[in-house]
């Protein structure tokens, strides 16, 4: 696998630094949200979800932040790490089956 | 565990030819996808099945077949490979009680 392209926002971080990853999403039904985190030559991988009924959910270094009423998702890591330089896709669904994904942003970790 | 595996890994097809790309999991998953990733445009939905014996269309799924005779295999074909087809294609897949997809590493496809 891959990494997407060439023309993604980047978002620039020092070592040590809070990243904050922002995400619009267009459909006001969809009730779940994830956050997936993609290093370049693999796949996509899970790292957070939040239902529609939360506003706020935390894990290790991670926190997602739900905005229904102006529709945005952010993703903030703590202390970020260079192993934190990835592509980060925010994903939303209103039904089981489908999941539509956003078109990334690259995090650059420096040292 | 494996989780979710993918052949081959690169594939260089002329225009016309037609090939599947493999996907298989380990995990007992009843849903199974599979995807398409271009610049910009982010992940996009070929087909998926919520089960062995029933497959459905997802967003974009002109050019592309699948089937699913088993829980653990959901090949993709291509029929008549285009230039248009040439992508980074993803499978994956989840419990259907649960949203957390697995993804498989992916296939770099360029048709020529």
């Known amino acids: 696998g891959e990494s997407v392209g060439l023309h993604l926002p980047t978002l620039s971080v020092q070592e040590g630094d809070n990243s904050i990853i922002n995400c619009a999403y267009s459909?006001?039904?969809?009730?779940?949200f994830i956050w997936y985190k993609q290093e370049s030559g693999k796949g996509p991988q899970f790292i957070i979800d939040?239902?529609?009924?939360?506003d706020k959910r935390q894990g290790q270094r991670v926190t997602v932040l739900l905005n229904k009423t102006v529709k945005h998702l952010s993703l903030q890591i703590a202390a970020t790490q260079p192993g934190d330089s990835a592509v980060y896709f925010c994903?939303?669904?209103?039904?089981?089956?489908?999941?539509?994904f956003g078109t990334g942003t690259r995090l650059q970790v420096t040292l | 565990n494996a989780g979710v595996t993918q052949t081959p890994k690169f594939q260089v097809l002329k225009t016309g030819q037609s090939m599947t790309l493999q996907c298989a999991q380990d995990?007992?998953?009843?849903?199974m996808s599979w995807y398409r990733q271009d610049p910009g445009m982010g992940l996009r939905l070929i087909h998926y099945?919520?089960?062995?014996?029933?497959?459905d269309q997802g967003e974009v799924p002109n050019g592309y077949n699948v089937s699913r005779s088993t829980t653990e295999d959901f090949p993709l074909r291509l029929l008549s490979a285009a230039p248009s087809q040439t992508s980074v294609y993803f499978c994956?897949?989840?419990?259907?009680?649960?949203?957390?997809?697995?993804f498989g590493p992916g296939t770099r496809l360029t048709v020529t």
């Open positions: 994956a897949s989840r419990r259907t009680v649960a949203y957390e997809q697995y």
């Open positions: 459909n006001s039904a969809s009730d779940y």
């Open positions: 939040i239902r529609s009924n939360m």
């Open positions: 994903a939303e669904t209103g039904t089981a089956s489908k999941l539509t």
């Open positions: 995990m007992n998953h009843e849903y």
């Open positions: 099945s919520v089960g062995a014996g029933i497959t």
